[in-house]
């Protein structure tokens, strides 16, 4: 166990000092496209998946803990690591396939939030797709960061509508519990491919990438903190932070997203109505079976939810292909000083909008940035595993053992879906 991890405590900070960059990207995971495949997990199987999510929760929380350690350790994001410790042509294929995957997502998000939009108060889903990009492009590229972040904390609270929403409906929490307890797993392609879906929504490339870059920008943003490697004595209460942060950020997004497939599964299930391809799809359906309030509620969720998720979306991709580059990169940064950085969330909000005005199937879109994700988060992760072991890099700040553990496994766990997808997508 690294020396850090032995010291004392000092004080510990109050929770609402804690909650950041933990919090938020936790809260983004559940963005329109998570929405669509935990509906459709639930329209399909009831509440027999309803077991993977928390199952999924000790990997998902303990990947994006040691994300944000390399962040605020090394005072280096991801991007910024492996460009200065591994070969080049590594960096640029991951680099790609992530910012690929993320452009993509985008598209899909912003198609979601026009769509619920439209389904609220009518009038053209294209219009409001691109008001949407025009907003959050301009809010992350000249609000400053700090009033930025506080902005992505209040919408957070737009996650409580699948909250509300769950309850609304009248679920039977006495099944649920019993599926999730004794699972009725079935060996069948549908049900895998409905597991690498769950576990390729919540463990994503980009989420490991914007909680290490917020740790970054978070500490650079207050002149009397420093990187742990160089300041040592600033470990055991931000390490404390980091893990507070992390676990119920984490925790926060794998309950809404089991209310979500709850949700589904009580209603659209129970009625037959199994083949949700999309977001707001579902809130229409949820229109006639559990009445105007459950479906205004799930709606605007999917607004927030895309308003909250767009910014990391895009500004994971951004510091991936910045640091990869050797840009100055950090929403920290004013425009005219990193303009390329800018320039890149930009063009990702640009070009995600446009899918929607071409004839790409957004739901076939979404299933292929699922693949390129599954398929780049597992060498990703294991870098950073790697990563996370070598003292050249981390000091005396290497990962302690529980961390390890469940780091490598979830790695395995994604290895095994991505094994998983391929075996089901030929037979």
Not at 130 to 149: D, H, K, T
Not at 179 to 191: A, R
Request: aromatic fraction near 8%; include cysteine; proline fraction near 5%.
């Amino acid at each position: 166990m690294a020396l850090a991890e032995n010291v004392k405590q000092p004080e510990r900070p109050k929770l609402m000092e804690i909650m950041g960059p933990g919090l938020i990207t936790g809260a983004s995971d559940d963005d329109p496209s998570g929405i669509a495949t935990y509906s459709q997990v639930g329209a399909q199987f009831g509440y027999g998946l309803a077991w993977s999510l928390v199952v999924t929760f000790p990997l998902m929380a303990a990947i994006q803990e040691i994300s944000a350690r390399i962040g605020r350790v090394t005072g280096r994001g991801i991007g910024g690591n492996l460009a200065r410790y591994y070969p080049a042509w590594l960096v640029n294929v991951m680099v790609a396939l992530l910012v690929l995957a993320n452009t993509i997502n985008i598209g899909a998000d912003l198609g979601a939030m026009g769509a619920a939009l439209k389904l609220l108060i009518g009038g053209p889903a294209l219009l409001y797709v691109l008001g949407f990009a025009v907003l959050s492009a301009l809010l992350e590229i000249f609000v400053r960061y700090s009033r930025y972040v506080s902005v992505l904390k209040y919408l957070t609270l737009s996650l409580l509508a699948y909250v509300a929403t769950v309850f609304i409906v009248g679920t039977p929490w006495g099944e649920v519990g019993k599926n999730i307890v004794l699972p009725p797993i079935q060996l069948n392609k549908d049900y895998i491919l409905a597991i690498t879906a769950v576990l390729g929504t919540t463990i994503s490339p980009y989420l490991f990438f914007w909680q290490a870059e917020e740790e970054v920008e978070d500490e650079q943003e207050k002149p009397e903190q420093q990187p742990l490697i160089e300041a040592p004595r600033q470990a055991p209460r931000e390490l404390y932070r980091i893990r507070v942060d992390t676990v119920v950020g984490m925790a926060l997004s794998n309950i809404v997203a089991l209310c979500i497939v709850v949700t589904a599964a009580a209603t659209l299930h129970a009625h037959g109505k199994t083949d949700i391809a999309t977001s707001a799809e579902a809130a229409e359906a949820l229109r006639p079976i559990a009445g105007p309030f459950a479906f205004a509620l799930f709606a605007c969720g999917i607004i927030g939810t895309g308003l909250l998720a767009m910014p990391v979306l895009a500004g994971s991709a951004a510091y991936a292909l910045g640091e990869a580059m050797g840009w100055r990169v950090g929403l920290a940064q004013k425009a005219k000083r990193a303009p390329a950085f800018y320039a890149a969330i930009g063009l990702a909000t640009l070009i995600g909008a446009l899918m929607n005005f071409s004839p790409i199937d957004p739901v076939r879109a979404l299933f292929w940035s699922a693949v390129i994700n599954g398929i780049v988060a597992v060498p990703i992760m294991a870098i950073m595993m790697l990563m996370t072991r070598r003292r050249d890099i981390m000091g005396e700040f290497v990962l302690p053992r529980y961390l390890r553990v469940l780091g490598w496994a979830a790695t395995a766990v994604m290895a095994a879906t991505v094994v998983a997808l391929g075996l089901a997508s030929i037979f």
